[in-house]
């Protein structure tokens, strides 16, 4: 789970409320270059300072905690750009609808995964392949109707 911090100390930055590159890297687990790559995609905007070198502020930390929970989800960067280009209310739900369905899929992928190591942890049998619940959900990841094959009987 993220957590964001946006209490910015004067010691990571030298002032002015900003971040460098390697403190927001440091922050959030992530290498540099994946900033680097962010940024010339268009995700990040962080500010120069005299030198040229990037400084990120309090929104800079909240979209980059944006994109980690956007990826999280499972938005690859393209749409999270998409999404982050948008107001439209109606565009956003074009842009997340997919979105949706593919977490919907993925839950339900992990819900059945989960439910056949559960019949093993459950399954009194010494061998897991004879219990009937087990058989079941492998008939039915077969393409069964829960009927048991007689090849090899």
Known sequence: MLRLN???KSSEDGGAGTL???AIAARFGLATHVLRHWEAMGLL???RDTGGRRRYGADDLTRVATILALKEAGLGLTTIGSLSATVDRATRQ???????EELRSRIAAAQASLELVEGGLNCEHDDVTQCPNYRRLIAERVGGSGSQSRAGS
């Open 20 to 22: 460098s590159i390697g």
């Open 94 to 100: 074009e842009i997340l609808r997919p979105a949706a």
């Open 6 to 8: 946006v209490d910015m």
């Open 45 to 47: 905007h962080p500010g």
